[in-house]
């Protein structure tokens, strides 16, 4: 147990030591809240033209959130790098030679890792959410005691924390952080919006992680048929992470390092 | 100690640590030596638990790596110079490694002012040159003031001072019983800290032996001499009974005389010398010739799985004028 404390205090050194966690940290927080309040702005100047139907199904909590399609991706860049640096430095073999238990070395990472992303995620779903709704206006913002609104905001902190978690589960496996990239950043950018706008592959659209995850973010029902309620989806989301983790568990495990 | 029994390492169908056994023991330096490519780093991280051999096993004083629970107290590695974030200070790299073993915080500055890098501790290694690096490494190793300690080319990038210093610490932490393992494909820079040899080529063991052994086996002495009148010259120690064979830019080369003895023949002949002076043959040229042969031997077949490492199989030794005496003592 004293030795679990010790590399967890390694592994906070590490962490807090490089440039690069500060900045993808700030990054997700500040594009986050910074596009979502200006999205919102442009919401609630536009909302008179909206057509009857978008305005009933209007989710002014999640509106608020809507900066986190860009912001996720500097929390993708958090979990990637905490991760690659060990391999694209060469620094994975000293702190494998000091810690030879796998096993413990990554759960210790992706712990401290995981944690820093949740105050993060979570600031920054607060942060997001009531300026959020102030730009909105009486008229259209919800309040944070309104049906489902505290969870979908303590939703939308847990999903920025699981996407990070899912970026490092993936980099263990991957080691590069180009390759890491190349493959996060389209997936979540791109091809997990071309799925979910075409017809034809929108319901499988829903079984991807950030599609699933997100469900958690809405407080006005969406008229889709979505197989599954908020947490739900935020089932679905976890359980791509589980399988992250345990991908990248069974890596480390065998190959040289 | 150190115990490699069998130890093999093999990419697909490329084979690049072919089963090696001997023995790393403490209280002297163990040279580890090879060409470029002949499989030392990869040994060394299959010791280290970091690559998985294919057969055979590592033991650090009878135990698994992995079975260390809190290793740096009993090992410290020097690997490659770079195992380092180039963007965390070097404090706060020794840190990282000192915390996750219980090392306390007054070592990490310890060491910093051993390696000489106490003026730069709180510096990003992005700037250091090579040679710092090396130091940070080699601090990293003494972090737990362990019993073994390894080093993988420790004077990469070193300046002679810093060669120096390496080499001087090197028998110091053997003086103290501890054991030491360094590798260099360097003879030259071998034969100056090892009191024990290891020879790998093409990842099998060609000689287990020590040093002091290596050189008698390895070096030829010999004398020579350079006269305007060599014809006179080498008459006048035939006719003494000394064989004369042609040396570098027309020298004579005599073998297995004293340098006085042979001075005293030419000035009682009256011949006029130029040179005179005592020589060794280069351990460099005996290791390359060494490593030479199993390159070819390798070349032209390759022996059966199970052959003994040390090439006793047919073949090995052949090419050899009777000065790789050092290959046979690969039984060990």
Redesign the interface.
């Known amino acids: 147990m ?2 679990n404390g ?2 967890l ?3 906070w ?2 962490i807090r ?4 966690t500060v900045w993808t940290l700030a990054a997700a927080l500040v594009v986050t809240v910074g596009l979502g309040v200006l999205i919102c702005l442009l919401v609630r100047n536009t909302y008179d033209d909206l057509s009857p139907t978008d305005r009933a199904t209007f989710d002014a909590t999640m509106t608020s959130f809507a900066g986190m399609t860009l912001g996720q991706l500097a929390m993708i860049a958090f979990g990637i790098l905490v991760i690659s ?1 060990e391999y694209s ?14 096993g413990t070395l990554m759960a210790a990472k992706v712990a401290v890792a995981t944690l820093l992303a949740l105050v993060v995620g979570m600031i920054t779903a607060f942060a997001a959410y009531f300026p959020g709704q102030a730009v909105l206006g009486s008229g259209l913002a919800s309040g944070i005691g309104d049906p489902g609104v505290l969870r979908a905001v303590v939703g939308a902190g847990l999903y920025m924390t699981l996407i990070a978690v899912f970026a490092m589960g993936v980099t263990w496996v991957l080691r590069s952080p180009m390759l890491a990239f190349g493959i996060l950043i389209p997936f979540f950018f791109m091809i997990s919006g071309i799925l979910s706008a075409v017809s034809a592959t929108r319901k499988l659209s829903y079984w991807l992680p950030d599609q699933a995850g997100s469900m958690i973010m809405s407080v006005v029902a969406p008229s889709q048929e979505r197989p599954y309620g908020p947490w739900g989806g935020m089932a679905v989301m976890a359980a791509w992470v589980v399988a992250a983790l345990l991908a990248g568990y069974l890596t480390l495990r ?1 190959r ?2 | 100690m150190i115990e490699l029994d069998g130890l093999t390492k093999r990419y697909g169908s490329k084979t690049a640590v072919a089963e090696l056994t001997f023995t790393v023991r403490p209280g002297i330096v163990t040279g580890f030596l090879g060409p470029n490519g002949a499989g030392k780093s990869t040994t060394m991280r299959m010791m280290l638990g970091l690559d998985r051999p294919t057969a055979g096993r590592v033991r650090i004083d009878g135990r698994r790596y992995d079975q260390l629970q809190e290793p740096l107290h009993e090992v410290g590695a020097l690997l490659e110079a770079k195992a380092v974030h180039p963007g965390r200070t070097a404090r706060n790299h020794l840190r990282c490694l000192a915390y996750s073993n219980g090392i306390p915080e007054r070592r990490v500055g310890e060491v910093l002012e051993l390696v000489g890098l106490g003026g730069v501790a709180d510096k990003r290694p992005k700037g250091f040159s090579l040679g710092m690096g090396q130091r940070l490494g080699i601090a990293s190793a003494l972090l737990g003031d362990p019993r073994i300690l390894m080093f993988d080319e420790p004077v990469n990038g070193l300046d002679p001072e810093g060669i120096h210093w390496v080499r001087t610490m090197m028998r110091h932490l053997a003086a103290e019983g501890r054991t030491v393992f360094v590798s260099s494909h360097l003879m030259s820079e071998m034969a100056l800290t090892a009191d024990h040899l290891i020879v790998i080529g093409q990842g099998r063991l060609l000689a287990d032996t020590s040093m002091n052994a290596f050189i008698r086996e390895n070096s030829r002495s010999y004398v020579l001499l350079r006269s305007p009148e060599p014809e006179r010259l080498r008459d006048a120690l035939a006719a003494a009974g000394h064989r004369t064979a042609p040396g570098e830019d027309g020298g004579l080369e005599v073998d297995g005389a004293e340098a006085a003895v042979l001075g005293e023949i030419a000035a009682a002949a009256g011949v006029t010398l130029h040179e005179l002076s005592p020589r060794q043959a280069s351990l460099e040229e005996a290791f390359m010739q060494l490593t030479h042969e199993s390159v070819e031997y390798h070349g032209r077949s390759q022996p059966p799985d199970g052959a003994p490492p040390g090439g006793q199989g047919p073949g090995w030794g052949r090419g050899g004028d009777g000065d790789g005496a050092g290959a046979r003592g690969g039984e060990g």
């Open positions: 004293a030795r010790r590399v205090h390694s592994e050194t590490k030591s490089v440039r690069s640096n430095t060469g620094m994975i073999r000293a702190s494998l030679a000091a810690v030879p238990q796998r065998r040289d390092a």
